[in-house]
């Protein structure tokens, strides 16, 4: 076991190194960022002057070798565009988006499970048929056409929910919070049922193949040959070997609602990690840039890292292969 | 019993969630407007950047400030005169308090020309040598050199407290290696109309108004909010659902939904920045281009030629649908020392164009990349596809290559200028043309002169023009000195003229606001009706 998991973490790590430097690489040759930093009729000596205090004159190595050190020490820069350290700037954005991502990972599970049980359990049944054709439409449609459409019908339309922003938000020193407060609330659900909407069709989806597929496999039909109760069937025997690889796939699916709400923070101006990422592109902030792919990285790192080490109390036989 | 339940349960959810957007501002004018971008900082002296004057304009305030025409006001001084060839002396406004009720008095002037000096803004002031206390009210600002136009290069630079930036750790201004946060990127205290009531980086900022103001508002509002929503759809139906009540950078093809929803208005003004065409006239032989062995760009006639084909009119009809105007010069009729007759839109010839470019040696014209913005401005790289096509009719093939600023900057931004031919949009800090000329058509040179003379054109009569214009204290003699550099350059087909744009906002009917060509957001004189 001990020798499992360290292999795993040190494969981690050679990663997350491998993804800081080929965000380093992407984001050095992203463009300019005396564009947004000096007026156009800067002189050649301010600009020689910015370029070396941001170290730009320097060798692509060392400055990736001064950022890594940095990183080590928690170190992460100042940013270009608002000259605020940037551990502090993505700190700042991280509650939107981690409550952003909870709120539709609460979605996907209270909708998407309970739709994908009854569709595996009674595909044939008209329900079944209706979620299986609209669930093409969250399988297919950009969420960013999802969002506008959301924000057309019951912001514009009906007036009811905001179509930006995240409301009142309750600083508790360590965590701003939107959670505490009506309007916090009400701007919440917009975005997280768009943000949710794939993933839910993505469990739906799942859950219904692999109920489908248990249910013809022979312990069932056994089960069922033996007289034990349907009910008892499917919610025990079934759904336990369904539920296994759904929360595998979910595990990972978190990392990737993070990563996906580039689109619905845009669209919602929700003002999280996704919103700081596409401004600092922009204006070419290389160290905000930098830091937000290595984060991103590491939480997806992470997360598989979570699911690999929990595989062996799963099934013993992964040590196994390997001793 | 349940479906009764629940269906009660959701009308009054409904209810509960629909009243805070229906119940309107009951006493206080409250104004909420939304921008796609956010102030970088709040730090006045930090950076150059036209979004972080507009908002700050509100909070700090400078010596000279410009009214909602772009005009000179006595703002924290009262008077101003040359006292001789090289030196200013500003009379300070007295029992002007911050908004933190200490005093506002010559040292605080003092101190903020020094604190601008060391920051990024530093540029806007480097005809300004010195700043020195003559009295408490009064100081006198020392030039390199003459230079007549003082108060309009200072419109920009805000007056901070001394007091308040010692006592909270803020005597240096924010630059982009500071290890440490300066406390004045955070937070503002100025003499403004306005006090900052919070500030959420990339979220908002909010206003209150400063009751201690030594000034009268024009408008009524007593708080606003500034929202930052990247995305054009977002803030379109953000006003549309009277979340907000103004929206800046209004996406053009919205115009007419916006005109056609009751309650709301388009509002379009001229915006300082003139978008215009610089092509390589330097190298011997273009980057860029299938031509080898000569640049085409030196020949008068080729540069003459393409003027001719652009047709100005049919890219503000059809591609800037009515938004822009089209211009004979590179600066604004804003600017001062615009003239009107050479402002003229030169009118399409492609008879004559075809010929010029014949004459020229290219019968069958020749192909050149075209570099262009994307993000930059109203349908740049639309304009830049159009431009293309004008240009096509007469042979050249001007392949748009469109990019983001950040790229398309660091690609044609000196010490490089790798481009054979651009578009660019630029506007003068001072709003005189002194500094475009300077900057623009100068002969590049080590002094920093023609800095952002892409093209690299030079012409030793407008050189000179330039050094004459910068000592003339004499406005009348000074303008048409102006009228002389910019008539010769216009001869010389140094640039190709495009466009003015336009600053396209939309807002309720119920707002009243002005539109200064220089983007700023003057919430002193904007209204909201009750």
Same mark, same amino acid.
């Given at each position: 076991?001990?020798?499992?998991?360290?292999?795993? *973490? #040190?494969?981690?790590? =050679?990663? /997350?190194?491998?993804?800081?430097?080929? @965000?380093?690489?992407?984001?050095?040759? &992203? !463009?300019?960022?005396?564009?947004?930093?000096?007026?156009?009729?800067?002189?050649?000596?301010?600009?020689?002057?910015?370029?070396?205090t941001?170290?730009?004159?320097?060798p692509?190595?060392?400055?990736?070798?001064?950022?890594?050190?940095?990183?080590l020490?928690?170190?992460?820069?100042?940013?270009?565009?608002?000259?605020?350290?940037?551990?502090?700037?993505?700190?700042?954005?991280?509650?939107?988006?981690?409550?952003?991502?909870?709120?539709?990972?609460?979605?996907?599970?209270?909708?998407?499970?309970?739709?994908?049980?009854?569709?595996?359990?009674?595909?044939?049944?008209?329900?079944?048929?209706?979620?299986?054709?609209?669930?093409?439409?969250?399988?297919?449609?950009?969420?960013?056409?999802?969002?506008?459409?959301? *924000? #057309?019908?019951?912001? =514009?339309? /009906?007036?009811l929910?905001?179509?930006? @922003?995240?409301?009142?938000?309750?600083d &508790? !020193?360590?965590?701003?919070?939107?959670?505490?407060?009506a309007?916090g609330?009400?701007?919440?659900?917009?975005?997280?049922?768009?943000?949710?909407?794939?993933?839910?069709?993505?469990?739906?989806?799942?859950i219904?193949?692999?109920?489908?597929?248990v249910?013809?496999?022979?312990?069932?039909?056994?089960?069922?040959?033996?007289?034990?109760?349907?009910?008892?069937?499917?919610?025990?025997?079934?759904?336990?070997?369904?539920?296994?690889?759904?929360?595998?796939?979910?595990?990972?699916?978190?990392?990737?609602?993070?990563?996906?709400?580039?689109?619905?923070e845009?669209?919602?101006?929700?003002?999280?990690?996704?919103?700081?990422f596409?401004?600092?592109?922009?204006?070419?902030?290389?160290?905000?840039?930098?830091?937000?792919?290595?984060?991103?990285?590491?939480?997806f790192?992470?997360?598989?890292?979570?699911?690999?080490?929990?595989?062996?109390?799963?099934?013993?036989?992964?040590?196994?292969?390997?001793? | 019993?349940?479906?009764?339940?629940r269906s009660?349960?959701?009308?009054i959810?409904?209810?509960?969630?629909?009243?805070?957007?229906?119940?309107?501002?009951?006493?206080?004018?409250?104004?909420?407007?939304?921008?796609?971008?956010?102030?970088?900082?709040?730090?006045?002296?930090?950076?150059?950047?036209?979004?972080?004057?507009?908002?700050l304009?509100?909070?700090?305030?400078?010596l000279?400030r410009?009214?909602?025409?772009l005009?000179?006001?006595p703002?924290l001084?009262?008077?101003?005169?040359?006292?001789?060839?090289?030196?200013?002396?500003?009379?300070?406004?007295?029992?002007?308090?911050?908004?933190?009720?200490?005093?506002?008095?010559?040292?605080?002037?003092?101190?903020?020309?020094?604190?601008?000096?060391?920051?990024?803004?530093?540029?806007?002031?480097?005809?300004?040598?010195?700043?020195?206390?003559?009295?408490?009210?009064t100081?006198?600002?020392?030039?390199?050199?003459?230079?007549?136009?003082?108060?309009?290069?200072i419109?920009?630079?805000?007056?901070?407290?001394?007091?308040?930036?010692?006592?909270?750790?803020?005597?240096?201004?924010g630059?982009?290696?500071?290890?440490?946060?300066?406390?004045?990127?955070?937070?503002a205290?100025?003499?403004?109309p306005?006090?900052?009531a919070?500030?959420?980086?990339?979220?908002?900022?909010?206003?209150?108004?400063?009751p201690?103001?030594?000034?009268?508002?024009?408008?009524?509002?007593?708080?606003?909010?500034?929202?930052?929503?990247?995305?054009?759809s977002?803030?379109?139906?953000?006003?549309?659902?009277?979340?907000?009540?103004?929206?800046?950078?209004?996406?053009?093809?919205?115009?007419?939904?916006?005109?056609?929803?009751?309650?709301?208005?388009?509002?379009?003004?001229?915006?300082?920045?003139?978008?215009?065409?610089?092509?390589?006239?330097?190298r011997?032989?273009?980057?860029?281009?299938?031509?080898?062995?000569k640049?085409?760009?030196?020949?008068?006639?080729?540069?003459?030629?393409?003027?001719?084909?652009?047709?100005?009119?049919?890219i503000?009809?059809?591609?800037?649908?009515?938004?822009?105007?089209?211009?004979?010069?590179?600066?604004?009729?804003?600017?001062?020392?615009?003239?009107?007759?050479?402002?003229?839109?030169?009118?399409?010839?492609?008879?004559?164009?075809?010929?010029?470019?014949?004459?020229a040696?290219?019968?069958?014209?020749?192909?050149?990349?075209?570099?262009?913005?994307?993000?930059?401005?109203?349908?740049?790289?639309?304009?830049?596809i159009?431009?293309?096509?004008?240009?096509?009719?007469?042979?050249?093939?001007?392949?748009?290559?469109?990019?983001?600023?950040?790229?398309?900057?660091?690609?044609?931004?000196?010490?490089?200028?790798?481009?054979?031919?651009?578009?660019?949009?630029?506007?003068?800090?001072?709003?005189?043309?002194?500094?475009?000329?300077t900057?623009l058509?100068?002969?590049?040179?080590?002094?920093?002169?023609?800095?952002?003379?892409?093209?690299?054109?030079?012409?030793?009569?407008?050189?000179?023009?330039?050094?004459?214009?910068?000592?003339?204290?004499?406005?009348?003699?000074?303008?048409?000195?102006?009228?002389?550099?910019?008539?010769?350059?216009?001869?010389?087909?140094a640039?190709?003229?495009?466009?003015?744009l336009?600053?396209?906002?939309?807002?309720?009917?119920?707002?009243?606001?002005?539109?200064?060509?220089?983007?700023?957001?003057?919430?002193?004189?904007?209204?909201?009706?009750?």
């Open positions: 076991m001990f020798r499992y998991a360290s292999a795993r *973490i #040190a494969q981690t790590v =050679v990663v /997350l190194l491998a993804i800081a430097f080929i @965000g380093f690489l992407l984001v050095s040759n &992203l !463009g300019d960022p005396l564009a947004s930093l000096l007026p156009p009729d800067a002189t050649p000596q301010d600009r020689a002057a910015l370029i070396a941001l170290h730009l004159d320097q692509v190595a060392m400055r990736f070798l001064t950022f890594l050190k940095g990183l020490v928690g170190d992460f820069g100042i940013s270009y565009r608002s000259h605020e350290p940037v551990a502090a700037l993505i700190w700042e954005r991280l509650p939107a988006t981690v409550e952003l991502a909870f709120a539709s990972l609460a979605i996907t599970l209270l909708v998407g499970v309970p739709l994908g049980v009854y569709c595996g359990i009674r595909p044939r049944s008209a329900l079944a048929k209706a979620v299986m054709f609209v669930s093409i439409a969250g399988v297919t449609l950009p969420t960013f056409v999802v969002g506008i459409l959301l *924000i #057309a019908v019951f912001s =514009v339309k /009906l007036g929910l905001p179509s930006f @922003g995240r409301g009142q938000t309750v &508790l !020193g360590f965590w701003k919070t939107g959670l505490l407060t309007s609330w009400r701007a919440l659900v917009l975005p997280a049922i768009t943000l949710s909407l794939f993933q839910v069709t993505f469990v739906i989806r799942m219904r193949t692999q109920l489908m597929e249910g013809h496999s022979e312990f069932i039909r056994f089960a069922r040959a033996r007289g034990v109760e349907a009910r008892r069937i499917w919610f025990v025997h079934a759904l336990k070997n369904t539920l296994l690889p759904v929360i595998t796939v979910l595990a990972l699916q978190f990392g990737n609602i993070i990563a996906f709400s580039v689109v619905t845009n669209v919602f101006a929700w003002p999280g990690l996704g919103s700081l596409l401004q600092s592109i922009q204006t070419a902030d290389m160290p905000v840039i930098s830091v937000y792919l290595i984060i991103i990285g590491a939480i790192m992470m997360l598989n890292l979570l699911v690999e080490l929990s595989y062996p109390l799963i099934d013993q036989r992964v040590l196994r292969e390997r001793a | 019993m349940l479906t009764v339940n009660i349960r959701i009308g959810l409904a209810a509960a969630l629909a009243s805070p957007l229906a119940a309107p501002g009951a006493s206080a004018a409250t104004f909420k407007f939304a921008s796609p971008v956010d102030a970088y900082t709040l730090d006045p002296h930090a950076v150059s950047n036209t979004l972080v004057f507009a908002i304009g509100n909070i700090y305030e400078p000279v410009r009214g909602g025409d005009q000179l006001e703002a001084a009262t008077k101003w005169t040359l006292v001789d060839n090289s030196t200013w002396r500003f009379e300070l406004r007295k029992g002007v308090k911050f908004q933190d009720g200490g005093d506002f008095t010559a040292d605080d002037v003092v101190f903020s020309f020094e604190r601008a000096k060391a920051g990024g803004i530093k540029s806007n002031l480097s005809t300004l040598e010195s700043v020195k206390k003559v009295d408490d009210y100081i006198d600002i020392k030039t390199r050199g003459v230079d007549p136009i003082v108060p309009m290069e419109t920009n630079w805000f007056i901070m407290s001394k007091a308040w930036s010692e006592k909270n750790g803020a005597v240096q201004p630059s982009p290696d500071n290890k440490v946060e300066t406390f004045a990127n955070r937070n205290m100025g003499t403004g306005f006090k900052l919070g500030r959420d980086p990339g979220v908002k900022i909010e206003f209150e108004k400063n201690a103001w030594w000034d009268k508002p024009v408008g009524n509002i007593d708080k606003a909010t500034f929202f930052v929503i990247p995305n054009p977002a803030r379109v139906s953000a006003l549309v659902s009277g979340e907000v009540d103004m929206i800046d950078t209004l996406p053009p093809q919205d115009t007419q939904r916006i005109e056609q929803t009751k309650g709301l208005k388009v509002l379009a003004g001229p915006d300082l920045r003139v978008a215009f065409l610089l092509a390589d006239v330097n011997d032989e273009l980057l860029y281009s299938d031509v080898k062995g640049n085409p760009f030196k020949d008068k006639r080729v540069r003459e030629a393409m003027q001719l084909a652009i047709d100005l009119d049919a503000k009809t059809k591609v800037m649908r009515n938004y822009s105007k089209p211009l004979g010069l590179a600066i604004a009729p804003e600017v001062n020392g615009f003239d009107p007759e050479l402002g003229k839109p030169v009118q399409p010839d492609v008879a004559k164009a075809k010929a010029l470019l014949t004459e040696g290219y019968p069958n014209g020749f192909s050149v990349t075209f570099d262009c913005t994307n993000d930059r401005f109203m349908n740049d790289e639309a304009t830049c159009a431009i293309s096509g004008s240009l096509g009719r007469i042979g050249i093939k001007a392949e748009p290559r469109a990019q983001t600023t950040s790229k398309w900057a660091q690609q044609i931004n000196p010490p490089g200028y790798n481009t054979s031919l651009t578009m660019v949009g630029y506007s003068p800090f001072t709003y005189d043309a002194h500094i475009f000329l900057s058509l100068h002969s590049r040179d080590a002094a920093g002169r023609g800095v952002f003379n892409i093209g690299g054109y030079s012409n030793p009569k407008v050189d000179e023009l330039i050094a004459q214009i910068q000592s003339d204290t004499n406005p009348d003699s000074r303008r048409q000195k102006i009228r002389e550099a910019l008539k010769i350059a216009k001869d010389d087909v640039l190709i003229p495009i466009h003015q336009n600053i396209l906002w939309a807002a309720k009917d119920t707002v009243n606001v002005v539109q200064p060509a220089d983007l700023a957001y003057p919430l002193r004189l904007f209204s909201v009706k009750q």
